[in-house]
């Protein structure tokens, strides 16, 4: 079967909920409010722990609801899948984390939410990450802070907490 190219706008409606849901038939996105799921049997349960069979084990590793927001957001941003946090903090840490191990080192600008910046500047201190902090105002102030071991540029859409604005595709070239 051919898949079809959807607009954007009927992506924010629909992607990663085609079809009506299997569970109740509803055309809207039920919410499903469940911490845990039951299972057949003992050997079902056995699969999904132990990852041979796809399913819902608990809600803070998937959820259908979250499943279609997770599909939707890769629809919409063209990515293969994408994964839903509780909060930035978590998100940042993930992202951080997947590509920064002991010994790297991260550049950030100086204009961060106090809570990342904390992160940045004592969490993963601990864990053997460190992190040079620029001002992004400043001409090549991330360029000349790269160093061999520099795994990500950190920056946010807008800084906190003034709402500055960095030129990405100039920090990009």
Known sequence: MKKR?????TL????GQENPDPATGARAVPIYQTTSYVF?????????????????????IMNP????????????????A??????????ITYAIQNIAHAGDHIVSANTLYGGTYNLFA???RDFGISATFVNPDEENSFEKAIRPN??????????NPNSSIIDIEALAT
């Open 5 to 9: 190219d959807y607009k954007f706008e």
């Open 65 to 80: 609801t979250t499943d279609v927001f997770e599909r939707r957001v890769a629809a919409l941003e063209g990515g293969i």
């Open 82 to 91: 994408a994964l839903a946090t509780a909060s930035g903090s978590a998100a």
């Open 122 to 124: 004592n969490t993963f």
């Open 150 to 159: 520099t795994k990500a540029i950190f920056i946010e859409s807008l800084g």
């Open 40 to 60: 057949e049997d003992c050997a079902q349960a056995e699969g999904r722990f132990n990852l041979s069979q796809s399913g819902n084990i608990y809600t803070r």
């Open 12 to 15: 924010q409606l629909h992607a």
